[in-house]
């Protein structure tokens, strides 16, 4: 009888060991593949979530960059009006009393205003009173309208007087 093949394992017990092991080893490299692939799939999604938000992130930033460049000129132009308006109340204040000084000034988009003067004599005060019933005053605005008087100060010290006023300026021609 010839053979072909050659019996390494001679012993059948050794043979049934053997094969313990590598159905095992089998078992162990299913299990750790099926493992890996999960730690694949979480690392991906988790990496397509970060740069999905990344994307969103970066376009939001887009906008805002492009919402910053077209207000910039509008904010020009406010700054202008501003300055405008400022300038127009501040002759008119040198107009009327020179020692009255502009303590506060706001102004909107819609040339609705806010301002506070501050008087150090009581005479002055009545003098620019006198002067913001003018013509030369009143035609500054649209309306305008004394919010707040306040006499900041006591008898003994020197008092000051402050008026606050709202309005609306007549547009810039």
């Known amino acids: 009888m010839k053979k072909n093949r050659i ?11 053997f094969e313990n092991y590598f159905e095992r080893l089998k078992l162990s490299a299913s299990i750790l593949t099926f493992i890996l692939f999960i730690i694949f799939i979480s690392f991906y999604l988790i990496l397509k979530n970060n ?32 300055k405008k308006y400022y300038q127009l109340l501040s002759d008119a204040i040198k107009n009327s009393s020179q020692t009255a000084s502009l303590k506060s000034f706001e102004v ?35 309306k305008i309208s004394l919010k707040n008087f306040y006499i900041i100060g006591s008898k003994e010290k020197k008092e000051s007087y402050e008026l606050s006023f709202i309005g609306k300026f007549v547009p810039i021609k």
């Open 51 to 82: 740069f999905n938000e990344y994307e969103r992130m970066n376009l939001q930033k887009k906008n805002y960059l492009l919402q910053l460049t077209k207000r910039r000129g509008d904010e020009a132009k406010i700054n202008y009006i501003q």
């Open 108 to 142: 909107n988009k819609n040339r609705e205003s806010s301002f506070t003067l501050s008087f150090s004599d009581f005479d002055k005060l009545m003098e620019f009173l006198k002067f913001a019933e003018s013509r030369i005053f009143i035609d500054n605005f649209e």
């Open 7 to 17: 019996n390494l394992l001679v012993n059948r017990e050794d043979y049934q060991k």
